[in-house]
């Protein structure tokens, strides 16, 4: 499946962004989704996992609190609504596809090279 990435941008601190990743190629409605972000000059790291109902949800402490994980089957999308964002939130995010898991440690335990991934969409929060 090819994931894509959308609604990244410039945000000031305090601000919300709504990043949208849809998907083609092949539902991906059985399997677990999740948001990644790679800051500069930083290892990548998790934000968020779905499970394939949207039920199951699963947070770094980071994103705990003001961000939202949900997906919409029917749209083959996953959402990540950002709020109360902050300058430290500055990366890229990627979306990332469990390609065989239901479940979000699909997507929390894998291995970075088992995962599906989208090319990945530029947050900048300024302070």
């Known amino acids: 499946v090819q994931l894509v990435e959308s609604g990244g941008g410039l945000v000031q601190a305090g601000g919300s962004l709504r990043l949208s990743c849809a998907g083609s190629?092949?539902?991906?409605?059985?399997?677990?989704m999740g948001w990644f972000r790679q800051a500069p000059g930083k290892e990548r790291e998790f934000v968020a996992a779905?499970?394939?109902?949207?039920?199951?949800?699963y947070y770094s402490d980071s994103a705990k609190g003001r961000f939202t994980i949900s997906r919409d089957n029917t749209k083959n999308t996953v959402y990540l609504q950002m709020n109360s964002l902050k300058p430290e939130d500055t990366a890229v995010y990627y979306c990332?596809?469990?390609?065989?898991?239901?479940?979000?440690?699909?997507?929390?335990?894998?291995?970075?090279?088992?995962?599906?991934w989208g090319q990945g969409t530029k947050v900048t929060v300024s302070s």
């Open positions: 190629g092949r539902s991906f409605s059985n399997y677990a």
């Open positions: 779905i499970g394939w109902s949207g039920h199951a949800t």
């Open positions: 990332a596809d469990s390609r065989t898991g239901e479940s979000t440690g699909a997507i929390v335990e894998a291995p970075a090279v088992n995962l599906g």
